[in-house]
């Protein structure tokens, strides 16, 4: 049982459920208290001991369905062949060539000098039959499989883990000696060989999520936003969550904090004038720490738009950690949206902007003039301003003026840009001219970029 | 004890809490035996209203123990909830024994040797007659043990979770002045969170993970018939089916089992023997707190009565 339990953690991990070392002690723990008798008792004592949310819990729960009905299928195939068949078997069980011939093989037909595998195939004995499938996987370290390309060789590994080698060759002994006994030893083979395939599966299925995950999220988290595919929007708008999450975990402190033991000695004197200074109340340090506040100016020309979707996701799902972000979308003008993103979900939101103001050619010039005229009253020196955008103003004025202006009302001014720079400067882009007045400038194409980029935003105010 | 097998022992936990007026479902059964045996917290998750902190009261009275209660609200610190120092007595003290503090002192010549003497008895004014024990130091001072409930840890600072790690995974806690206090009797922890926040995974660790949702029709029907005995079988039905179906529609804030009790004990007070619309709209107030939810939820009432109704005739 120990070691059905090891196997079910690292299942557990597969689906997503993060088992430490400590959990699954205490796991043991609890399955010591409770016994494995009762199935109903051991799914619950798992989930509780193990999961440590709802998600997690409907995961693990499925999880363990699957782990633990495993053995099931496999035994019932043989049996329930096996209970149709001995009814009528006495005279057709010779001629019927798959499984309704080992009914009375049972009876101890198997002839001498056969394998063990042979002997265990003749005797229908399913329990023999299961136990040794699981410790050939266990042999075969089936727990290690990760690609679904890996099933024949592990099906393989199992069955030769097994016997195969020898039950092959006696096969072709019979063939000659006892054709009717080969037949019914093929037909064994057989099934037994899908029972591996439906083992080697649910594997698969197991152990192989986690890394299948963990590879495709590691892709996705390099590949250039902008060109991303349609049905990767959605696995993108998960990650993005995902790195929210961890963002508002690592950032979500409190504002003040009371530093206990630092007496603050001018306001406890004060406080305490009415006792001729015998300190009965005392006054002690305190540090403020400003929540960030976040002005986004946000290009959603062509190209950039989807940078800047992803980007707008991130920033209005930090809540806890930000005080406030005002978001504003231009190509050729702009507006506010921050409205827009709070009240709507992201695809809605991204579409009523991209209707307003999308789909044209942008103007960083006049996006800007639109900006200082209504919006400039939004910054304040504990303001970061963060533009978005690739700087490409189509020639047009860029009024750099303005940001410098910009820049020296807040107190800091990032530009993340989804080009690489090797393109800063070239064609139409402004670039070079608005890096003089940004704090920082970095590239943003990717969701790890663009994660960095704004947890070290965020980790100015700390 | 120890030889009980595990399926009565949970069964016996669900029916001492029965007993308490707590209808507890397996999982939540399964939950207070574990802890009891491998001595851990529970975390109770779920939405308002669905029995957390009933959860706590109900073992505390089936137990026969008492129960101690921290309120987490932003803020807290250890000063509230663990320990303090009385301050004001410790400068009375210092006030009156002034002469005979003269007195020790009276004998050194120096300024040296006055100061030896004085670390001499020094400590007395940190001993344990000048702590002030807050919930949490209270809780591991109980000699029989007790019910020790934090209630919606959430609320709290993040700091203040890494307060409580200590006592929840060893039972101790370390003041510095005295040392480290060790529980006469691992008390039974619970803790309870609405999600307003995510808890830290190291709290979430040292804890078995209770989820408590919306219960099922009949869970709800016995909880309803425990709390409120005057009500007649068949009204309770309906109302528990007319619940359901209101918790199917996209609501502010589904009705909870506390709302269903409220709205049982209403209906019961305007004696009412089976839903209809008229007494539904007039008493919708009871069951949801938004004015938009009741706006959303008022054309629906018909429908979901009858519904109601035909499940009672099947069920």
């Known amino acids: 049982m120990r070691e059905n339990l090891h196997r ?53 729960g499925d999880c363990f369905d699957l782990f633990f009905s495993q053995p099931e299928p496999r035994e019932d195939q043989p049996q329930s062949d096996n209970d149709d068949a001995s009814q009528d078997a006495d005279q057709q069980a010779n001629q019927s060539p798959s499984s309704g011939s080992d009914s009375d093989a049972g009876e101890g037909q198997a002839p001498e000098g056969l394998g063990p595998l042979a002997q265990m195939l003749l005797s229908q004995d399913r329990n023999a039959i299961a136990a040794a499938i699981a410790s050939a996987s266990g042999a075969a370290s089936l727990t290690d499989i990760r690609y679904s390309t890996q099933r024949g060789i592990f099906s393989s590994r ?42 080697v599966a649910q594997g698969l299925a197991l152990y192989a999520r986690e890394e299948a995950e963990n590879l495709r999220n590691e892709i996705l988290r390099n590949a250039p936003l902008a060109r991303i595919e349609r049905r990767q929007v959605a696995e993108m708008r998960a990650l993005i969550r995902q790195i929210a999450r961890r963002l508002r975990e690592r950032y979500s402190k409190p504002r003040k904090r009371q530093r206990r033991g630092h007496l603050d000695v001018r306001r406890t004197l004060r406080r305490n004038a009415a006792w001729g200074g015998v300190p009965f109340l005392t006054a002690w340090k305190r540090k403020h720490r400003d929540r960030p506040k976040i002005v986004a100016i946000c290009d959603v020309s062509g190209s950039v738009a989807q940078v800047s979707d992803f980007f707008l996701l991130l920033i209005h799902s930090l809540h806890e950690v930000v005080d406030d972000v005002h978001s504003f979308a231009f190509s050729s003008h702009l507006i506010e949206v921050s409205d827009i993103l709070e009240k709507k979900s992201p695809e809605e939101a991204m579409a009523e902007i991209m209707s307003k103001v999308g789909f044209g050619s942008s103007d960083y010039g006049s996006s800007l003039v639109d900006f200082e005229k209504e919006f400039m009253s939004t910054l304040t020196p504990q303001t970061t301003v963060i ?52 704090s920082v400038v970095r590239q943003c194409a990717t969701a790890q970029q663009l994660e960095r980029a704004v947890s070290d935003i965020v980790a100015t105010y700390q | 004890m120890a030889e009980q097998k595990p399926s009565t022992a949970i069964e016996a936990v669900e029916s001492g809490l029965a007993a308490q007026g707590y209808i507890a479902s397996r999982q939540i059964a399964t939950a207070v035996y574990l802890s009891q045996q491998i001595e851990k917290p529970i975390l109770v998750e779920g939405p308002a209203g669905v029995g957390k902190t009933e959860l706590a009261k109900a073992i505390a009275a089936w137990r026969g123990m008492k ?13 509230k909830a663990l320990y303090e120092w009385k301050y004001a007595k410790q400068l009375l003290y210092t006030q009156i024994l002034k002469d005979k503090l003269g007195e020790v002192l ?51 600072d993040a700091e203040f979770e890494s307060l409580l790690l200590e006592i929840l995974s060893d039972f101790q806690v ?77 609501l502010k804030k589904l009705p909870s089992v506390s709302e269903t009790i409220d709205w049982a004990r209403v209906l019961v007070l305007l004696q009412a ?13 009871v069951l949801l707190k ?17 519904k109601a109704a035909r499940s009672n005739v099947f069920g």
């Open chain 2, 290 to 306: 938004y004015e938009a939810d009741i706006e959303a939820a008022a054309p629906h009432v018909t429908t979901f009565i009858a």
């Open chain 2, 106 to 156: 009276g004998g050194a010549q120096t300024l040296h040797d006055a100061l030896n003497q004085l670390h001499d008895f020094g400590d007395v004014f940190f001993s344990k007659e000048f702590v002030e024990p807050r919930p949490l130091l209270q809780a591991l001072e109980q000699p029989g043990g007790c019910v020790l409930l934090i209630d919606e840890i959430d609320k709290s």
């Open chain 2, 174 to 250: 370390t003041i510095p002045e005295l040392g480290t206090v060790s529980a006469i009797t691992p008390p039974t922890v619970i803790l309870t969170s609405n999600s307003e926040r995510d808890l830290g995974d190291a709290l979430k660790r040292r804890c078995l993970h209770l989820h408590i949702g919306f219960p099922e029709q009949r869970l709800e029907e016995r909880i309803v018939e425990s709390r409120v005995p005057g009500i007649s079988q068949t009204l309770r039905r309906q109302m528990v089916g007319f619940i359901h179906e209101i918790r199917s529609l996209d």
């Open chain 1, 387 to 438: 533009v978005l955008g690739d700087a490409r103003s189509n020639n047009l004025d860029p009024r750099a003026d303005i940001l410098r202006r910009i820049s020296e009302r807040s107190k800091r001014l990032v530009w993340l840009n989804p080009e690489g720079r090797l393109a800063w400067g070239f064609g139409d882009s402004e670039m070079p001219r608005y890096a003089t007045f940004c």
């Open chain 2, 67 to 79: 129960m101690i209660r921290l309120q987490c609200y932003e803020g807290l610190d250890e000063a």
């Open chain 1, 8 to 60: 079910f953690f690292r299942a557990a991990r597969g689906v997503g459920v993060h088992v430490s070392p400590a959990e699954s002690i205490d796991a043991m723990r609890a399955v010591a208290q409770v016994g494995v008798s009762d199935r109903t008792i051991l799914r619950d004592t798992l989930l509780l001991t193990l999961a440590k949310s709802q998600d997690e819990k409907l995961a693990l």
């Open chain 1, 158 to 199: 199992i069955l030769d883990a097994m016997g195969l080698q020898r039950l092959r060759d006696e096969l072709d002994e019979l063939t000659a000696t006892n054709p009717a006994l080969a037949e019914r030893l093929r037909g064994a083979l057989d099934a037994l060989r899908e029972a591996v395939r439906d083992t």
């Open chain 2, 273 to 285: 023997t089976e839903l209809d619309t008229e007494i539904v709209k007039d008493t919708l107030n």
